[in-house]
């Protein structure tokens, strides 16, 4: 294990320096906090990811949860998580005070889960998913639902899931089959299978508040049909008291990373007694469940910004203690009678951990950005303005959720790579890291959907003003990079990417508009990875300038060195990283088509 999972330096730079989340102190809405109150939250986070997180990430692995009994058996630090997280208010942060929450602005409760993901990836997700279930009571279920599940959440008591995915559907919602049958009571008997249910059942929690969609009898059907209900594993009554709902955990999936989170197969209304509150109007669950989705998009980026950083801090601090190898001298020889260099010396050790560098930092970023998107909506009561930040973190919901975990994983790779042999072994953390991250780009939706969201609706969507909105805030940073001489030649690069979007664009927008959206879709992937490098790209740009400006003018909070380090990085990004644009442009933009089916059979 490493000394250290997180750059917290780095992460209040980005907070206070780039992101300027100061600003967000003046509505109405946050004016209970001020930079020192947000510190002190940051900062006990920290504390407590270091004492109650951190040590036990390896260990959670190595002892993953099991279904025994009828009951998932997990570690005894979810309890911790659960209990003592919701006493430090690490569940309720985000939510109104009127039901019991800190009212805390949405970026810095994301910084706060960044934190504790990099310290132990397997704990935050029992919090995490327990707070989008009481967000969606919260804001759709009537006040008898409310007060009945909401505080117990809450305070981490009761736990909570989102039940969405089925066995013969998969991500296709339109195909689930659970059943809601009308009863003459207030309620619906729900029957029906849910798998990766991530959280769904531990030994923990005094009862699993779940969210489930189900088909009322006689719906319409596709997605229209579907309605959002409350399950909870125990059903409460008048004076408090639990009784068992039929809901049954039917297995835990044994999986390849995060093993300490426990993914389970859940039962419905095995024996006709499982009960279930219809939340909102019926038909309206999928639009409900929606609603929520960019907040939990944007927390799957952050876990795979996360374990990024976690990784990042590993290899470096192996590169900076491993003695191999001798560096060339200017012959072009090696000494054998010098001392071994520390493999940080090398040049390819070096883009290595640059890599993972500008892809973790950067991650944290896009994260942080879409986070306060979402705070300005949240806050603001300029309804120009809220539609403006609606737009642009529509747009760059699908790339937050995408890029942080795909890039993420090849940030992580890299890491391992730095450790040689070593890498591959489990003693050492970075195979853990690589093993956990990969789920990341499955969860909330797959890369290959994000890309057909991106492509297909957001880049449309209101006549393309998302997209111009978003390329309007790129111009303007490249516009203040240009004072810079420093930055002058990579925001030329920037802007010159730019045009090729818009090139890219009035290739593919053709086939869209004459109905040929197989072929307008079928390399939306590309779009989505060439896209996520412009995007990256601008916010490395702007992470330059901030840091730019500090070492011109002074009163710099951090060191020079660690202002010159994000201008380094930049340059590497702009080196190794954006270039790739040029290539997936290339491809975007080729007439053959090889990839939908057609009368020739391939393979």
């Known amino acids: 294990m490493a000394k250290e999972y997180v750059d917290i330096a780095t992460l209040k730079y980005l907070l206070y320096e780039v992101h300027e989340v100061e600003e967000l102190l003046s509505s109405e809405r946050y004016q209970d906090y001020d930079k020192g109150s947000l510190d002190l939250f940051i900062n006990s986070i920290k504390e407590f990811s270091d004492r109650e997180l951190f040590p036990y990430f390896k260990e959670m692995d190595e002892t993953p949860a099991i279904y025994k009994d009828g009951t998932i058996m997990v570690h005894k630090q979810v309890d911790v998580m659960m209990k003592k997280g919701g006493d430090m208010g690490i569940i309720a942060g985000p939510f109104d005070y009127g039901v019991g929450g800190l009212q805390l602005p949405f970026v810095i409760h994301t910084a706060s889960a960044y934190i504790q993901e990099a310290a132990n990836n397997h704990l935050p997700g029992y919090a995490g998913l327990t707070q989008g279930a009481a967000e969606l009571i919260v804001h759709f279920a009537d006040d008898a639902l409310k007060e009945t599940y909401v505080p117990k959440m809450l305070s981490g008591a009761w736990g909570g899931t989102m039940c969405l995915t089925e066995p013969q559907a998969g991500s296709s919602l339109s195909d689930i089959t659970s059943k809601a049958t009308p009863t003459e009571e207030d309620y619906y008997k729900i029957s029906g299978q849910k798998i990766f249910i991530s959280g769904g059942d531990h030994q923990y929690a005094e009862n699993i508040v779940h969210l489930l969609l189900a088909r009322i009898e006689g719906a319409p059907s596709g997605t229209k049909g579907i309605s959002l209900f409350v399950v909870p594993k125990f059903r409460v009554a008048a004076d408090g008291s639990l009784?068992?709902?039929?809901?049954?955990?039917v297995a835990d999936f044994q999986k390849m990373g995060q093993r300490?989170?426990?993914?389970?197969?859940?039962?419905?209304?095995?024996?006709d007694d499982c009960q279930g509150w219809l939340v909102g109007k019926a038909h309206k669950g999928l639009k409900y469940m929606f609603l929520m989705m960019n907040s939990a998009r944007i927390s799957v980026g952050r876990g795979g910004a996360a374990i990024s950083m976690a990784a990042y801090q590993a290899s470096l601090e192996y590169a900076n203690e491993r003695p191999q190898g001798r560096k060339l001298s200017s012959d072009g020889k090696k000494d054998p009678d010098e001392k071994p260099c520390l493999i940080?010396?090398?040049?390819?050790?070096?883009?290595?951990?640059?890599l993972q560098k500008a892809i973790a930092e950067g991650s944290l970023s896009l994260v942080l950005l879409a986070a306060k998107y979402y705070d300005i909506i949240q806050s603001t009561k300029n309804l120009e303005e809220k539609e403006k930040y609606g737009l642009l973190l529509e747009m760059v919901i699908p790339i937050v959720k995408t890029y942080p975990t795909e890039a993420g994983s090849i940030a992580v790779s890299n890491g391992m790579q730095v450790l040689g042999g070593y890498?591959?072994?489990?003693?050492?953390?970075?195979q853990q890291y690589y093993r956990d991250i990969r789920i990341f780009s499955i969860y909330e939706g797959t890369t290959g959907?994000?890309?057909?969201?991106?492509?297909?609706?957001?880049?449309?969507?209101?006549?393309?003003?998302?997209?111009?909105?978003?390329?309007?805030?790129?111009?303007?940073?490249?516009?203040?990079?240009?004072?810079?001489?420093?930055?002058?030649?990579?925001?030329?690069?920037?802007?010159?990417k730019i045009k090729l979007t818009k090139e890219v664009l009035d290739f593919l927008m053709p086939f869209a508009k004459k109905g040929n959206y197989e072929r307008y879709l079928s390399d939306a992937n590309l779009f989505m990875e060439y896209l996520s490098h412009v995007v990256l790209g601008w916010l490395w740009l702007d992470i330059a300038v901030h840091a730019?400006?500090?070492l011109k003018e002074g009163g710099q909070t951090h060191s020079k060195a660690f202002y010159e380090s994000k201008v380094h990085?930049?340059?590497?990004?702009?080196?190794?990283?954006?270039?790739?644009?040029?290539?997936?442009?290339?491809?975007?933009?080729h007439p053959d088509v090889l990839t939908i089916k057609s009368k020739k059979e391939v393979f």
């Open 243 to 249: 009784t068992k709902n039929d809901v049954v955990t």
């Open 260 to 271: 300490g989170y426990s993914t389970t197969h859940l039962g419905f209304g095995d024996n």
């Open 344 to 354: 940080i010396e090398h040049p390819d050790v070096r883009r290595m951990l640059l």
């Open 423 to 430: 890498g591959f072994c489990s003693d050492f953390i970075l």
């Open 449 to 496: 959907i994000q890309s057909q969201d991106l492509l297909g609706r957001k880049v449309p969507m209101d006549n393309g003003k998302a997209l111009e909105l978003l390329l309007t805030e790129i111009l303007n940073t490249i516009t203040v990079a240009l004072e810079y001489e420093e930055l002058r030649s990579s925001a030329k690069i920037l802007g010159g």
């Open 548 to 550: 730019q400006r500090n």
């Open 569 to 589: 990085t930049m340059k590497f990004y702009f080196k190794y990283e954006l270039p790739k644009t040029g290539s997936l442009a290339e491809s975007l933009m």
